[in-house]
Nanobody, 120 residues
Framework: QVQVVESGGGLVQAGGSLRLSCTASGLPFPVYRMGWFRQAPGKEREKVSCISRNGLSTYYADSVKGRFTISRDSAKNTLDLQMNSLKPEDTAMYYC?????????????WGQGTQVTVSS
């Protein structure tokens, strides 16, 4: 059974940092491209960042470029998202996703999400 589990969310002041982590089990992690999505109340889901199988290719939404960094450790089946210089508009539920295609809009597997709240 595939399980994707996020952690690391919380409440932080604007300008602060958080590091989200994701662990995936029950799937061949090195084979999957990974990504982070977010959804704020009343808004559409947004693709935040993606990373290729070998970690050499990445994608960042314009809204987070230069502030967020995605990384993966395929030996540990983990995916991280380092978020710096957080803004109130980064407040959302953040989801980890595993895809057979790079940066797919319809990942094969989703986590349950972790809440990030940035206060002004």
């Amino acid at each position: 059974q595939v399980q994707v589990v996020e952690s690391g969310g919380g409440l932080v002041q604007a300008g602060g940092s958080l590091r989200l982590s994701c662990t995936a089990s029950g799937l061949p992690f090195p084979v999957y491209r990974m990504g982070w999505f977010r959804q704020a109340p009343g808004k559409e889901r947004e693709k935040v960042s993606c990373i290729s199988r070998n970690g050499l290719s990445t994608y960042y939404a314009d809204s987070v470029k230069g502030r967020f960094t995605i990384s993966r450790d395929s030996a540990k089946n983990t995916l991280d998202l380092q978020m710096n210089s957080l803004k109130p508009e980064d407040t959302a539920m953040y989801y980890c996703a595993a895809s057979r295609d790079f940066c797919s809009d319809s990942p094969n597997y989703w986590g349950q999400g972790t809440q990030v709240t940035v206060s002004s």
